[in-house]
T-cell receptor
Framework: AQSVAQPEDQVNVAEGNPLTVKCTYS??????LFWYVQYPNRGLQFLLK??????LVKGSYGFEAEFNKSQTSFHLKKPSALVSDSALYFC?????????????FGRGTSLIVHP | SQTIHQWPATLVQPVGSPLSLECTVE??????LYWYRQAAGRGLQLLFY??????ISSEVPQNLSASRPQDRQFILSSKKLLLSDSGFYLC????????????FGPGTRLTVT
């Protein structure tokens, strides 16, 4: 079975400061991990993914995420936050074991970047 | 490049009326297609997914149904809407068998009155 948790409903950060949005997962096999962003009244946009290889994954808009197998985490990071980064962020996981290719999404974390 | 379209963007329907939401994908062939519902409060609920024409899998028993009459067309329907059907409906597509990301449409905001 696969599951994903985003332990923070909301993250507040000042513009220019680094930001981290947390995600932990549980799978039986190996994980495929994804981050998406959603602006109000819009569909989700793909940011980045981890499939295999380098644990540090770089994605769109200056975001990156670090895959940590021992801690089963895939936290989203950005060195310097912008007010325009304020949005809802979703982490998703797909377990390579079990045969299903349907991802499980976290409940989302609202990121608020203050000017 | 690939694009995904959904319409209508917003819809207000009375209880008991029928529903038809349409989703089309351009620029790819044989995509996996998905319908999600996002209620207020953010969580995504997978409603249906399809790996090919006429192949529909339902994740949640409800008064909704889905059809895939063409390779890149996915339709969400209901014969009689309930108040609880209100929400933000998202269509998505992906390629491959699971190591591929999903691409979402702009969504349809449905309000059942």
């Amino acid at each position: 079975a696969q599951s994903v948790a985003q332990p923070e409903d909301q993250v507040n950060v000042a513009e220019g400061n680094p930001l981290t949005v947390k995600c932990t997962y549980s799978v039986s096999g190996n994980p495929y991990l994804f981050w998406y962003v959603q602006y109000p009244n819009r569909g989700l946009q793909f940011l980045l993914k981890y499939i295999t290889g380098d644990n540090l994954v770089k994605g769109s808009y200056g975001f990156e995420a670090e895959f940590n197998k021992s801690q089963t985490s895939f936290h989203l990071k950005k060195p310097s936050a912008l007010v325009s980064d304020s949005a809802l962020y979703f982490c998703a996981v797909r377990d390579t074991a079990g045969g299903s290719y349907i991802p499980t999404f976290g409940r989302g974390t609202s990121l608020i970047v203050h000017p | 490049s690939q694009t995904i379209h959904q319409w209508p963007a917003t819809l207000v329907q009375p209880v008991g009326s029928p529903l038809s939401l349409e989703c089309t994908v351009e620029g790819t062939s044989n995509p996996n297609l998905y319908w999600y519902r996002q209620a207020a409060g953010r969580g995504l609920q997978l409603l249906f997914y399809s790996v090919g024409i006429g192949q529909i899998s339902s994740e949640v028993p409800q008064n909704l149904s889905a059809s895939r009459p063409q390779d890149r067309q996915f339709i969400l329907s209901s014969k009689k809407l309930l108040l609880s059907d209100s929400g933000f409906y998202l269509c998505a597509w992906s390629g491959g068998q699971g190591n591929y990301e999903q691409y979402f449409g702009p969504g349809t905001r449905l309000t059942v009155t």
